[in-house]
């Protein structure tokens, strides 16, 4: 079987190195480019597999790259690197279709469920629903205003515009994101928001 391809796409050759490294323990070949122009211009001739993307980058970033895969018809399934966690960034990222958005720097463990989602995505479409699905039955199984609260999370609202919105005093509001974090087994907010864009998806099916 040939082994999964993963393209790093990161302007630090540090991070590119480390990433790699990490890469092969995990027993993926990866293959590096040092900017979004860079991988662009191999995209026509690239075999299918999951890209890393660094969100910052000199010309063109993350976001846009991704944008451009979408334009392409890409099946490549990215994932959003950011050194700087930003809520508004990884909504977005996520809205275009990212499969998760990790905030540097990351565990090998974090990066290895990411992967699994990615080529679950790329390999096996039925899979990939029954996991998206699985997603969709957890976020419906939260209580109405914990429902209510991540919904308003995943349109990009922070704690305090969570709370002006939905009228639910903040300190409620803080603690139904840490009830929803625990129920849906997310360790991280942008853990949180990978299930809700995955119920989202699995609307669509």
Do not use: W
Not at 52 to 58: A, I, V
Not at 90 to 101: C, K, N, P, S, Y
Not at 126 to 140: I, P
Request: aromatic share 4%.
């Amino acid at each position: 079987m040939n082994p999964r391809l993963v393209y790093v796409v990161d302007d630090e050759e540090a991070i590119r190195r480390s990433l790699h490294l990490m890469l092969r323990v995990l027993g993926y070949e990866a293959r590096q480019f040092e900017s979004g122009a860079a991988f662009l211009a191999r995209l026509p001739g690239l075999a299918s597999g999951c890209v890393l993307l660094d969100l910052r980058m000199p010309e063109i970033g993350g976001l846009e790259v991704q944008r451009r895969l979408i334009a392409a018809g890409s099946d490549h399934s990215a994932i959003v690197m950011s050194g700087h966690g930003d809520l508004g960034v990884a909504v977005t990222a996520l809205e275009q279709g990212a499969v998760a958005f990790l905030e540097k720097p990351f565990s090998r463990t974090v990066l290895e469920g990411a992967l699994n989602h990615a080529f679950l995505r790329i390999e096996d479409v039925e899979a990939y629903r029954d996991f998206l699905r699985s997603a969709a039955l957890a976020v419906q199984q939260l209580p109405s205003t914990e429902r209510q609260v991540l919904e308003l999370i995943a349109r990009g609202h922070d704690l305090e515009g969570v709370a002006e919105r939905s009228g639910i005093p903040l300190m409620d509001v803080e603690l139904a994101r840490s009830r929803i974090m625990e129920r849906l087994g997310a360790e991280t907010v942008t853990e949180m928001l990978q299930s809700a864009f995955a119920a989202r998806r699995a609307a669509l099916l």
